[in-house]
Every structure is written in C-alpha cells, then in structure tokens.
C-alpha cells in the first residue's frame, strides 16, 4: 500500500495552505490527509487534500485512560494554551487521534510531519530506507515523526503514554524539575517518547541522517552541522540553496558538501519564507532537466526578501522586548 501522509493541525495558520500545496505537489500519487476541525475544512479541501475532523476520532477505551489520567505538567512560565486550545494536550493527544484513524481505514505504514513541514520530494523513494525500524524520529531523536511502520507503533506508544502519566514519583520529579530548574519547559509527547524508545527498545534512525547525500530538516531554526545564515530581518536559519532546476539543497560545515534537502520544517519563520519555498518547488514539478548544483548559481531563502511588514513587526517587537513590555498582537510573531 502507497503510505499516506498525515498531518494534524488545529485553526487555520496562514502557513497551513502553502505546507498542504507543496506536499500535494511534490507527492501527487500519494493520498494527504489532514485530521483538523471546522476551522480549517474549507482551506485544507481547497488544497486537494482530505480533511478529517479530530472529534470523529476521539473516542476508544484508550483515549478515554487519557482523558482520565492526563494533567498537565509545566513550569509556571510556559505558555500551554495556543490558538484558543490547549496545546500540550493536543501534542499528546494527536497521536490517539492518527491511531484510531490509521486502525479504521485499515493503513499499514504511513508519513507523519508536523504542520510547518515542506515536503520537497517524492516519499515514496525514500520509503525503501526506513522499512527495517519501527519508526523514525525529529527534534534530535526525542520525537516520533517522519515514517511510521505500523499503528503497532503507535499503539505502544499510546499504551506507554497513559502509563507514564500514572507514575506518581515521576511526574512529582518532573514538576520539581520545572519548578526550580527550567521554569519555561513543560512534559509533553517528546520525553514520553524517549522513555518509549528507551524501555521498550523500539529500532529508530533519526529522519536526519544524511543517506546518499540528501536528508529531512529537523527544524530550519537549528543548525544541525549546517551553514546557516541570517535573513532580513535578523532570525539565523539554515543557508538553503535555491537550485535553478527546483531543488533545495544545505551545505555541510566542514565538508562544504551539498546536501539535498527533501523536507523543510519551517517552524519560526514568517509566511513569505513558506510562500518562497512552494513557488520554487513549483519549478521542481515543472522541470525536465536536473542541473548540477552550483553555488555561483543558486539563491537561499536570505535573497527571498522580507515585505516591510516583517520588517516593522520585528523592529517593534525588539524594542518592545528591550523595554520590557511585548504588546499582545506581537507575541504571535515568534521571529
């Protein structure tokens, strides 16, 4: 079976239309499904894609343990409620929503990437690599993403998740932890996960890996042994090339070698970054002929130029961060 690829995402970002177009076109055979709500139904059928909404999923023996289990564990300066939900909870609680949606239309293996994922290639030319391990892994191996073996997979973590959340001592240790040591840290998914891979020894590889020259971006904000530069307005990202032939490539540090790039995470950066990207992947569908990569040749995401409305919402923003009083409509722009 062609594995899907199954983003979830609630509200309608404006980013979200651009990740849901590029992914149609860099995989037009695949079937796209987004688990969403009402709020972003019209624009996710307006890309091509298959809308599903989260309620229609939410229900089974295992999402009512969580429920009833579940509680939230943060520091008293993280920000938990995101886009008028509860955004820690949704982290957890997507992956009850992909479990009984993968066990109900019967998929084996499938693609999952956070919502500000581009995807730049066709995924199933990769799928080859990944079949011998349970799952692979983003956001320097503490999170399950990318390709999914089977909802076997999901189900442990699932099963693994509601047990932690009955560990007493260690939830008691993990709000001690917040609360003396990292007030802006919360539990989520991630560290769930790294005690599902650690005690059940599930076979992981990072989505990372650089396999015959080319990888998956774990987020375009860290450097990840890759030369970075700055863009307009100032936020430092990974230097991706803009390949005339519709390609992305990074250049390693050290090595000065090319990497090809077959998916971007564009979390923290502003929606002409993301518009960027699809309009150049568009000559990638479009293009007959591959051109060797040439650095003399090649725009990065820096050339793209940022409208004078980042511009002033970040000046604003800086001088209001220096100042020590950050307006409410600036904290949603996380430059």
């Known amino acids: 079976m062609n594995a899907p690829i199954i983003f979830c995402h609630y509200g309608a970002s404006p980013y979200l239309p651009y990740v849901l177009k590029c992914a149609k076109l860099s995989n037009p055979d695949k079937r796209i499904i987004l688990l969403g709500d009402e709020r972003n139904k019209e624009l996710v059928e307006e890309c091509g894609v298959e809308h599903r909404f989260f309620e229609d999923f939410n229900n089974g023996e295992k999402i009512e343990t969580f429920d009833r289990v579940y509680r939230l564990i943060q520091g008293k300066d993280h920000a938990h409620f995101k886009g008028g939900r509860d955004w820690v909870n949704f982290v957890f609680k997507r992956w009850f929503f992909v479990f009984n949606f993968v066990r109900q239309e019967g998929v084996e293996s499938f693609w999952h990437f956070d919502s500000d994922t581009m995807i730049l290639d066709r995924l199933d030319h990769h799928e080859a690599k990944f079949k011998g391990y349970d799952c692979t892994e983003q956001c320097q191996g503490i999170c399950m993403n990318g390709?999914?073996?089977?909802?076997?997979?999901?189900?442990?973590?699932?099963?693994?998740?509601?047990?932690?959340?009955?560990?007493?001592?260690?939830?008691?240790?993990?709000?001690?932890?917040?609360?003396?040591?990292?007030?802006?840290?919360?539990?989520?998914?991630?560290?769930?996960?790294e005690i599902y891979k650690t005690e059940e020894r599930l076979k992981t590889i990072r989505l990372s890996t650089i396999i015959d020259r080319a990888t998956f971006d774990d987020c375009i904000i860290d450097e990840d042994d890759r030369v970075m530069e700055s863009l307009?307005?100032?936020?430092?990202?990974?230097?991706?090339?803009?390949?005339?032939?519709?390609?992305?490539?990074?250049?390693?540090?050290?090595?000065?070698?090319?990497?090809?790039?077959?998916?971007?995470?564009?979390?923290?950066?502003?929606?002409?970054?993301?518009?960027?990207?699809l309009s150049h992947q568009q000559v990638f569908v479009q293009s007959k002929t591959r051109i060797?990569?040439?650095?003399?040749?090649?725009?990065?995401?820096?050339?793209?130029?940022?409208?004078?409305?980042?511009?002033?919402?970040?000046?604003?923003?800086?001088?209001?961060?220096?100042?020590?009083?950050?307006?409410?409509?600036?904290?949603?722009y996380n430059f």
């Open 147 to 193: 390709y999914i073996s089977g909802p076997d997979v999901v189900r442990g973590y699932l099963d693994k998740i509601n047990t932690i959340f009955q560990r007493e001592e260690y939830l008691k240790s993990q709000q001690e932890e917040f609360d003396k040591i990292h007030p802006l840290y919360a539990f989520t998914e991630m560290r769930a996960y």
């Open 292 to 332: 060797d990569p040439d650095l003399n040749r090649m725009k990065t995401l820096a050339n793209l130029g940022a409208p004078l409305k980042v511009m002033v919402r970040t000046r604003v923003k800086r001088i209001a961060q220096r100042i020590g009083f950050i307006p409410q409509w600036a904290k949603k």
């Open 232 to 277: 307009p307005y100032g936020r430092k990202v990974k230097k991706v090339y803009l390949c005339p032939d519709g390609r992305f490539y990074c250049c390693e540090k050290g090595t000065s070698l090319l990497v090809r790039m077959n998916s971007l995470n564009l979390s923290c950066v502003p929606v002409y970054i993301f518009e960027g990207v």
